[in-house]
């Protein structure tokens, strides 16, 4: 199997594993997001800390200068996840996945800077018209009661599209992508420690199920998507990362009852139409 098909089954999966972490996170109910993020990255420790000892890698990085690289996709790993979270537990859920699904592109850009990968005018019009895709989704209106969510998820996208660029960069500087897990997971643990005891809500045990089984979903969605870009580019697979918006959606009308308007379903086609001809382009255009 070649590099671009292992890719293509670990972005599958990931999509899935996270569009069923956002539903256990929804279903938690009003828990304070950073408590959330705690149990979801608490069970990713415990499951990247197992894996890392079970095949024996080392928990330092091939140089130092590489924990430099860790840090920076931590950080902006978790400012994706917070603010993913806070998007899910205010947004219908298929909207809130949509607007993290601009991470691919936001990866795009990003990657142009950070490892030169190439961007010609057509693929950056491509992001232009998925940008502008993902404003049908937040509807920018003073009378638009979900704007603050919705921008606060286009920022989560943003995030997360910069801390994929740093995966790839790292996977080609040989760092252990189960690594890259562990300390993502532990960083954004000790950033949410703080407000978790400060500011905390008491868990019924469905409550705290919910987030385990949330959190277990996570790590396997997260492993996933580390996986799958350090086998390829984001313009080879990123287009398979929308089969989560089709997950999201379908939960969301089985446990929410939740059915998105015309608006942000036009936003959808938009976007993903988007993500199809970036990948029709990439595939006529090999780099």
């Not at 993020?37 to 608490?42: C, G, L």
């Not at 080879?236 to 990362?241: H, L, M």
Request: positive net charge.
């Amino acid at each position: 199997m070649s590099d671009r098909s292992r890719g293509i089954l670990c972005i599958l999966g990931a999509a899935l594993s996270f569009a069923l972490m956002n539903t256990f996170v929804h279903l938690s109910g009003g828990i304070p997001t950073m408590q959330k993020a705690f149990f979801r990255n608490f069970v990713a420790v415990i499951f990247s800390f197992l894996i890392l000892k079970r095949n024996r890698i080392s928990f330092q990085p091939p140089e130092k200068r590489h924990w430099l690289l860790l840090l920076a996709r931590a950080a902006f790993g978790t400012l994706g996840l917070l603010c993913n979270f806070y998007a899910v537990d205010h947004l219908n859920i298929s909207d809130a996945s949509m607007l993290n699904k601009m991470a691919p592109f936001f990866a795009i850009l990003v990657s142009y800077f950070l490892l030169r990968e190439s961007l010609n005018l057509f693929q950056g019009l491509i992001v232009i018209a998925a940008f502008l895709g993902s404003l049908l989704i937040i509807k920018p209106n003073p009378a638009n009661m979900a704007l603050i969510p919705s921008l606060v998820g286009l920022l989560g996208g943003f995030g997360a599209g910069v801390a994929y660029s740093f995966v790839r960069l790292m996977s080609k500087k040989g760092v252990n992508s189960n690594l890259i897990v562990f300390v993502f997971s532990a960083f954004s643990c000790l950033v949410c420690l703080p407000c978790f005891i400060a500011v905390h809500a008491p868990m019924t045990l469905p409550q705290l199920g919910c987030l385990l089984v949330a959190g277990t979903f996570g790590c396997s969605g997260q492993l996933c998507i580390t996986r799958a870009y350090s086998f390829a580019p984001a313009r080879d697979i990123s287009v398979y990362d929308y089969t989560q918006v089709i997950f999201s959606a379908l939960l969301g009308w089985m446990f929410f009852a939740q059915i998105p308007d015309g608006f942000s379903v036009l936003g959808y086609a938009v976007i993903c139409g988007a993500g199809v001809l970036m990948f029709l382009y990439q595939r006529r255009h090999p780099a």
